[in-house]
Structure formats: C-alpha cells, structure tokens
C-alpha cells in the first residue's frame, strides 16, 4: 500500500509542477482536498448530478432486468435498439455540455442576458437535432438495427421497440439542456428531483405494460418502449413548469432566447463543435464496439448489456464529480480566477482518487448479487463477472479519465485539446485492439473487453500531460 501510495504521490507531483518532496506534498494537498469548504461546494453540486445519474442506471437495470425475464434475445434487441439512442444521447451531451461551458463562466459573472442567449443557441440546436433522429430512426428502424445484428428476431423485436422511443428524443433534449444549464447556475436539485419522478413513472409502467400486470395488456418489449415514451414526456412538462413557475435565471421569453446574433452563434460554436465532436467520435467508437460485440453472437451481446448496465450503476461518481468540477472551474474562471481553478482541478484529482478507490472495491462484492437478478445462462453470466471484475481493478483510472476530459479540460475551455486526446485514443488504441481481439485473436468476450480497455489508461496519461502544461485554461467569456 506505501509503495501505491508513493507511486500516486510521484504521479501527482509530476502532474502539477511542484519540486516539493512527492509524500510531503501528497499529504498537503490530500488536507486541503478534503477541507470543508472545498467538500462542501463539490458535493452541493455533485451529490444531486450523482443521484440523479445513479436513478437513470438504475432505471436502465431494472429495464433490462424486466424486459430480462422476456429472455436473452429481447434484451439483446432492447440493447441495440438503444444504441440509437446513445449515439444521440451523445450528440446531446455534447451539445448540452459546451452550452453548459458558457453558462458556468457567465454565471460566474452573474451575466444573464448572455446565459438566455446562449440557452436560446442550445435550445435551437436540439430541436433541429432531434428531429434528424427522429426522422431516421422512424422511417429506418430495420436497416439501424441491421448495423449491429444480423439476427432476424433480433432485427424484428429491435424495430419495433426503436419505433416507438425514438419520439421520446424531442422531450429528451429539452430537458437535458434545461438540466445542464440548472446545474451549471448551481441549481442541480430540481432536475434531480424531476428526474426521479419520471423514473418512477417508468417503472410503474414498465411493471404495468410489460407483462400486463393490474389488468392492463401485455405488450412485452413494447411495453417498456411506451413507458420509456410517457416519462420522457412527462419529465419534460414537469421541468418547464417549475422553471416558468417561479423565479430562475432561465425563464426567458422567446424573444430573449431568440435575440442571439450571427457572431455570437459563430463564437459559441467555435467551444461547442469540438465537445460535439469529442462526444460523437466517443459514442462512434462506442457504438464500433458494440456493432463488434453484436457480430461476436448474441450471448455476447447479452453479455456485454448487462455488463455495462451494472458499470454505469456505479460510474455515477465519475459523472457527479466531473460535473461538479467542470463547473466549479468555469465559474472560478469567469470569475477572473485562473489560479482558483488550477487548485480545483488539483483537489478533484485527489478527491476523484480516494473516492473511486472504494467505489471500485464496492463494484467488485457487490456485482456477482446484482448478476443473480438476471434470467440468463451461465456462459453470459460467468463473462458479464468478469467484465465487472475488471472493471472494479481500474475504475480509479476509467474514473480519473472522465474527470480530467469531460470535467477539468471542458470546463476550463480547452475542449479542442480534449477532442484530440479522446479521438486518438479511442479510435488509434481502443477499436484497433478490440478487432484484432475479437476477430484475429477471436478471444472470449470478456478478454476481448479487456484488451480494449487499454484505451482508458492512454488517455488518462495524455489528460495528465496536458493538465500539466497549464494551457488548459482558456476564459470564454
């Protein structure tokens, strides 16, 4: 453990420029990462974003262990069928996240003329957004799915089950751009709250449609697709409401968000494009790796769903926390405070390291009950353990990772430098490895998830070389 220890210290040494001893040094920043006021901030923020994003994972697990109890295939179909949706879902956060960039910074300057304008930008992109999706993935269910599986019951369950969902996208947008903008102001409770109300909603429903419990008809895979619909619908309207309700910074008028000009749209994109691509060139090698998985067999498939499923129950740290930081930063820099928001980036290292230490070891007791809740055969049961296995020995890493792009170097404004690091090293590292895995190699799927993986630890070294050049810094404002 001394040696861990001394290995990490050097590590953060190197990373933040001191030529103090690596341990002494260590041990000063770990006190001032967990002083009060510092855990306070963060957590005031990234509590609620960690709630809210564990309350989703948990959603798509009970989704997965409902429409489960259908069997392997349908989970498969519900799987891939959702791979349209995350490469949306990715284009979103991309979208939501550079608008989420400026509103910290102007928020830090109590500018909200600028925050409904640049709300008025984002609001505009998602609809457009939203619609394209809609369009392709209503008029071309069957050849969207076909790219992941060549399964003809597969393809047919897929269809219809995308059919259905894919006009939750509108409602979808709007309320994770209102819900970014809300946290980025300091306001993550009521998007939290909203959130988990539609959650409930969905398994309700779920619980009602699918197998057609309390008189109501069964409808199976169907079933989960209307009820995924309903809630999306309903978080939207609830969001609104509150917002247009009472007093917030984001009530605008239409006027207001429409009052943008040429030049600052040009000017809001040039941070915005990059974090939109950053996403797309990540949901893209993403959505390669399951399109491998899903030529590898439906077992694998299956195995990788639940897999990841079970991993994103608990990745909700990294979520909250590199929220948390992104905001924290842009404020601090819109503020005027570039030293202020090196020293957070500094604590959230620390933090994210020690706390996703013991989630990682949690994930590992944890994961083979989780695994007993699922109808499925031992082959899919014995690889989706060890995936989560593996996962558990790196998640400080994988953790690390997520914090340093999406938190520290989006919300300092360096996005171009974030959309290089993940793009080299998801599509130079990461997809290589998993085809000659799968394909040359032709391993099982949990090695194959394993070789693939390499891509984390690059790009946490790549995200720590560039923290320590200082250039990261960037007031958008």
């Known amino acids: 453990m001394r040696t861990v220890c001394r290995g990490f210290a050097t590590s953060v040494n190197f990373c933040l420029q001191t030529t103090e001893e690596p341990m002494n040094y260590l041990t000063k920043l770990i006190r001032s990462s967990f002083e009060r006021e510092f855990q306070k901030t963060m957590f005031s923020i990234a509590l609620p974003i960690m709630i809210q994003s564990f309350m989703m994972s948990f959603l798509n697990m009970i989704d997965t262990i409902m429409v489960g109890r259908l069997g392997e295939t349908e989970i498969a179909s519900v799987g891939i069928a959702n791979q349209f949706y995350f490469f949306y879902n990715m284009l979103l956060i991309g979208l939501c996240g550079g608008v ?137 309207i609830l969001l609104m409401f509150f917002i247009y309700r009472f007093e917030n910074p984001l009530r605008a008028k239409i006027s207001e968000l429409l009052s943008f000009k040429r030049h600052f749209v040009k000017r809001a994109y040039k941070t915005i494009t990059p974090v939109v691509f950053n996403d797309m060139f990540w949901g893209l090698a993403t959505l390669t790796y399951i399109a491998v998985y899903g030529r590898m067999g439906t077992a694998a498939m299956a195995t990788i769903q639940i897999g990841n499923t079970v991993n994103n129950l608990f990745m909700v740290i990294a979520f909250g926390l590199s929220n948390a930081s992104a905001i924290m930063i842009g404020n601090s820099i819109g503020e005027g405070k570039p030293l202020l928001a090196f020293d957070y980036a500094k604590k959230f290292i620390v933090s994210s390291f020690f706390i996703s230490l ?112 200082g250039k990261w810094i960037h007031d958008l404002t």
Not at 371 to 392: D, F, H, N, P, W
Not at 413 to 431: H, P, Q, R, S, Y
């Open 100 to 236: 989420s960039v400026f509103i910290s910074q102007y928020w830090g300057r109590r500018d909200e003329k600028n925050i409904k304008k640049i709300l008025g930008v984002g609001l505009s992109s998602v609809v457009l957004l939203s619609i394209l999706f809609i369009i392709i993935g209503f008029y071309n269910p069957d050849n969207v799915i076909r790219l992941f599986s060549n399964d003809i019951l597969v393809e047919q369950i897929g269809t219809q089950y995308l059919s259905i969902t894919v006009f939750s996208y509108f409602f979808t947008g709007v309320s994770f751009l209102y819900g970014f903008s809300l946290r980025s102001i300091g306001r993550a409770t009521l998007p939290m709250i909203v959130n988990m109300v539609a959650i409930i909603t969905n398994v309700i429903l779920n619980y009602l449609l699918i197998f057609g419990n309390l008189g109501f008809p069964t409808l199976g895979v169907n079933g989960a697709a209307i009820a995924t619909l309903i809630a999306r619908v309903t978080e939207a």
């Open 358 to 469: 013991g989630i990682g070891v949690l994930l590992a007791l944890f994961s083979p009950m989780i695994l007993q809740l699922y109808k499925v055969s031992e082959t899919v049961r014995y690889s989706a353990q060890a995936i989560l296995y593996m996962i558990s020995a790196i998640f400080s890493i994988r953790v690390l990772a997520i914090l340093l792009i999406v938190g520290i170097l989006r919300g300092g404004g360096d996005a171009g430098k974030a959309l290089l690091i993940e793009g080299f090293t998801m599509w130079g590292v990461g997809v290589p490895l998993l085809l000659f895995g799968a394909f040359v190699l032709q391993w099982p799927v949990h090695w194959v998830y394993a070789l693939a993986m390499t891509e984390e630890i690059v790009k946490c070294i790549l995200s720590l070389f560039r923290l320590k050049s």
